[in-house]
């Protein structure tokens, strides 16, 4: 009988890089092996993706096996520069990030057949929103953003404890986020003073409101400038598995969701599937247009007014989130003493809370 081909699938990102070590035709199960390396301070992104890759080799020569093929996704042309000048003349395939998401969730059947779909990628570092063709897979327009994502939400996280005399480090507060994702309630400890704090979904949940929102608002600006009218929108990327998060943004988008139960990993799954299909060489999308970074407005249906009062909000997200993340080393003292946002009203969608 032949034996299955060992393919490895790592996604690189600002905040560091995953892999995925397993059989090329069985992406969606449970991996032989998979690791996390986050990125160092003052690092790289290439250190991540070589430590993930050398972890993974040695995986496989523990089993006696060879890896065939490797691939390794991008989200922008930067990160490919680096990566492939660290990566030398090492066999290497290197491919546009919403190709790979886009091929595993046409592999596990979550991808409509025609039309287009949002690629809502929340991750630590930030949000990546790409409208791409399900058919073509073209991309028709994408924005990225830094004031949204983990990094951000773990701030207001620290913050709100810090309000009540819990003190905790970055590791800390990222892991009481990621346990709101499937608990309810959490109970945070000051390792200083032994004061504890209890956090509920709902907390985080109103704490992530207005920059959810603000999110919401902006893939509706994307569908206005393509001028097309997605079948769904997919939601990647750690933050999402919160379950708050994502019914709040299929009620303000409209649009029927698409998720899968281990959001951060589709990228690494989808190299798995372009590594066995090509051992060597790059892998790029078609770009109808490229868009601008998120806070720049483009789109020619936005009035004037619902215009301004985004930018507005987008300044206002990206002050109290960048002064929350200068201050941790001083989190008792929240900036300028004020209460953080928890909703807002931008681009014609309502400031409801969520929970």
């Given amino acids: 009988m032949e034996s299955m081909v060992l393919v490895l699938g790592v996604s690189a990102g600002t905040g560091g890089a995953r892999a995925m070590l397993t059989h090329s035709d069985q992406p969606h199960l449970p991996p032989i092996d998979r690791c996390q390396v986050p ?12 430590e993930a890759i050398r972890q993974m080799r040695g995986s496989a020569e523990r089993r006696d096996e060879l890896i065939t093929g490797t691939a390794v996704t991008c989200r922008c042309p930067l990160h490919i520069e680096s990566i492939r000048a660290a990566a030398g003349r090492s066999r290497l395939t290197i491919v546009d990030e919403p190709l790979a998401q886009l091929r595993y969730l046409r592999f596990t059947g979550l991808l409509p057949d025609t039309g287009s779909v949002i690629l809502y990628d929340l991750g630590s570092s930030g949000l990546t929103i790409t409208h791409a063709d ?8 994408s924005k990225r953003s830094t004031v949204l994502g983990g990094d951000g939400y773990d701030a207001l996280l620290r913050w709100q404890l810090a309000r009540g005399s819990v003190l ?8 009481h986020r990621e346990a709101l994702s499937s608990a309810r309630v959490v109970t945070a400890m000051d390792p200083t003073t ?4 209890v956090v509920t979904r709902s907390d985080l949940a109103q704490l992530c409101a207005a920059s959810i929102h603000h999110s919401a608002s902006f893939v509706r600006q994307l569908i206005d400038e393509t001028g097309v009218q997605p079948e769904a929108m997919v939601l990647l990327g750690g933050c999402t598995r919160n379950p708050s998060i994502r ?3 299929g009620e303000m988008t409209d649009l029927p969701i698409i998720y899968d139960s281990e959001p951060e990993y589709v990228s690494a799954r ?3 599937l372009l590594a066995a299909e090509r051992p060597t060489g790059d892998v790029r999308m078609a770009r109808i247009r490229t868009g601008a970074t998120l806070p720049t407005l483009t789109s020619r249906t936005v009035g004037r007014r619902k215009l301004i ?14 002064g929350l993340l200068a201050m941790d080393k001083n989190p008792a003292q929240p900036p300028g003493g004020g209460i953080a946002p928890t909703s807002v009203e931008v681009a014609g969608i309502p400031a409801t809370p969520f929970g």
């Fill in 194 to 197: 032994g004061g504890r704090a």
């Fill in 134 to 141: 399900c058919r073509t897979e073209t991309i028709l327009s």
């Fill in 270 to 272: 989808g190299a798995v």
């Fill in 309 to 322: 009062a985004a930018v507005a909000v987008t300044v206002a997200l990206g002050a109290t989130i960048a």
């Fill in 39 to 50: 990125r160092r301070a003052g690092g790289g992104v290439d250190e991540p993706v070589f």
């Fill in 168 to 175: 905790t480090d970055k590791l800390t507060s990222r892991r």
């Fill in 247 to 249: 019914e709040a943004l």
